[in-house]
């Protein structure tokens, strides 16, 4: 009951920020890691732990097959080359480093040393495209890159965290390491491949029932689990089956049951955010209450050098790894990644859920963990806050030239869905096709000129305002008990879907937060 009022505190605490700084380009998971750790800090918060696979499950199995979900196949062939040194080389660079931090500063063992950097190694794009989302201009390559190195760093961060952690806890375990990481990640992909398609052919006998959300998350939690059952790469089996899911069921899925399924996604997985910073920020207020003043002030020192590490690596490495990328296109006359993109790249190291979720999974008896558990609240504190708040900014300072590809893009797919709209009733001659076909050709043009149709065309305009007066005559007939209530919510629901028909579909899109 204790963490229920906690976590029901920090989440009416993360309300009221979220809408007071929406408007001021700041990532809502920077607004989540200030309440978290205030939530904690209150007098009587409770001491809570969790289960260490429960934290790996419940946190990043929804949050990367959400994230596999909205990210291609195609894009990952396309920009191999900066994926792979941003997602894996990035990732083992920055684990060295840390490592070493932990090992020459705080006298880690080794294999703990890597536990800790793999823990903060990967951003989390979630708290970068909060703020890039506001600034259309950006290029969407650079945009797509940092979606992309977000979602296949967690696969490589967590077989490294795995390692480490088994070496440390089974020593013997260690001649055995290279065989069943050989086997965990092409093993990951396949589960996950197989485990998609079943979806993709069962899904279609839920739709129309809550039912079928429901069973979007045991889908999500049930590949997680099984690939841990395996010893193979849950997060690659994630990743494969988030994006044959997102492939092949789509074509299938009734408009209503995407809308609802969707939604249901996006606010369980902000609410698993909400409770991950609330667990490590009580967890981080336990080991506070631990230390003694001396010690504590020596491993606030140990995680300042630790975020310090972690930010000077990512530009480091994202500013050498641009430079080459732009002599390698140089040599194939292409033209490279600027000078600007790499900085803004450099800049979007946030950590996020991937860090919290790692940080609670740690055993209890790990090597240091206190130490660990408070280092990575830091780096993440740290990330979210200095370069969260100062990312807007710096965009702005860039001047990046518009990219205006994406909506180029839109208006030929539009256009070229009303053409084939039309090429369905082109032998009709009644008079309804007639002005269908009108309606359909007016709006063409709109699309071609790079506008939504719905917000350009007078009848929908209309319609709008005819269901206004619809509403406001329905809130009177069961003010004065003309109809009953049931009466009353059956024609609401008509309006409401009425409403989406007719309405551009910027009036029902949901902010993140």
């Known amino acids: 009951m204790v963490l229920f009022e906690s976590a029901l505190i920090l989440i009416t605490v993360a309300i009221v920020l979220l809408h007071l700084t929406r408007r001021l380009s700041i990532p809502y998971p920077t607004v989540l890691a200030l309440a978290g750790v205030a939530v904690a800090a209150l007098p009587g918060a409770p001491a809570i732990g969790i289960d260490p696979s429960l934290a790996l499950a419940l946190f990043i199995a929804p949050a990367v097959f959400d994230a596999a979900f909205d990210f291609p196949p195609r894009d990952v062939r396309r920009y191999w080359l900066p994926l792979l040194s941003l997602a894996a080389i990035a990732v083992v660079v920055t684990t060295v480093v840390v490592a070493g931090v932990g090992v020459f500063l705080a006298g880690m063992p080794l294999a703990a040393a890597v536990a800790l950097g793999a823990i903060v190694a990967p951003p989390d794009a979630a708290a970068a495209t909060a703020v890039l989302g506001r600034f259309s201009q950006l290029p969407r390559s650079t945009v797509t890159v940092l979606k992309g190195e977000s979602l296949l760093n967690d696969a490589v961060a967590l077989l490294i965290f795995s390692a480490a952690v088994g070496v440390t806890l089974h020593p013997a375990s260690l001649g055995s390491l ?3 990481l050989a086997v965990a990640a092409p093993g990951g992909l396949l589960l996950g491949y197989a485990l998609g398609r079943l979806a993709t052919w069962v899904m279609p006998l839920l739709y129309g029932r809550l039912s079928g959300a429901v069973a979007s998350f045991v889908l999500a939690f049930g590949t997680w689990i099984v690939a841990e059952r395996l010893e193979l790469s849950s997060v690659l089996a994630m990743v494969a089956c988030g994006m044959v899911v997102a ?5 299938h899925t009734p408009a209503r049951d995407r809308i609802h399924v969707y939604s249901v996604w996006n606010t369980a997985v902000f609410l698993l955010n909400v409770l991950a910073f609330l667990l490590l920020g009580l967890q981080a207020r336990a080991v506070v209450q631990r230390l003694a003043p001396d010690a504590l002030d020596e491993a606030l020192r140990f995680a300042g050098a630790v975020l310090v590490a972690v930010v000077v690596t990512r530009i480091a490495w994202v500013l050498l790894h641009n430079v080459v990328l732009r002599g390698l296109y140089r040599r194939r006359g292409k033209r490279g990644p600027s000078v600007a993109q790499g900085v803004l790249a450099s800049w979007c190291g946030m950590r996020g859920l991937v860090t919290l979720a ?6 209890a008896g790990f090597p240091q963990r206190d130490l660990i558990v408070l280092s990575a609240l830091a780096v993440v504190l740290g990330t979210l806050v ?3 708040l100062t990312l807007g900014p710096l965009i702005r300072l860039l001047r990046f030239p518009p990219d205006d ?5 839109v208006a030929q797919g539009r256009a070229a869905l ?3 709209g039309l090429a369905r009733i082109a032998d009709r001659r009644d008079d309804a096709a007639v002005r ?9 043009a709109a699309a071609l000129q790079g506008h939504r149709p719905r917000s350009t065309q007078p009848i929908d305009a209309l319609k709008r305002e005819t269901l206004i007066g619809k509403r406001a005559r329905l809130a009177e007939l069961r003010a004065s008990g003309a109809i009953d209530d049931d009466v009353f919510h059956t024609l609401e629901h008509e309006l409401d879907w009425a409403d989406l028909a007719m309405a551009p579909p910027e009036r029902f899109e949901m902010d993140e937060a």
């Not at 790692?358 to 055993?363: D, K, S, V």
């Open 178 to 180: 290279a065989p069943r």
């Open 247 to 251: 492939r092949y069921a789509p074509a």
């Open 358 to 363: 790692t940080a609670l999974a740690l055993p």
């Open 386 to 388: 200095l370069q969260g």
């Open 405 to 409: 590809s994406l909506a180029r893009e």
């Open 418 to 420: 009303i053409d084939a």
């Open 436 to 444: 269908l076909r009108e309606l359909y050709s007016a709006e063409r």
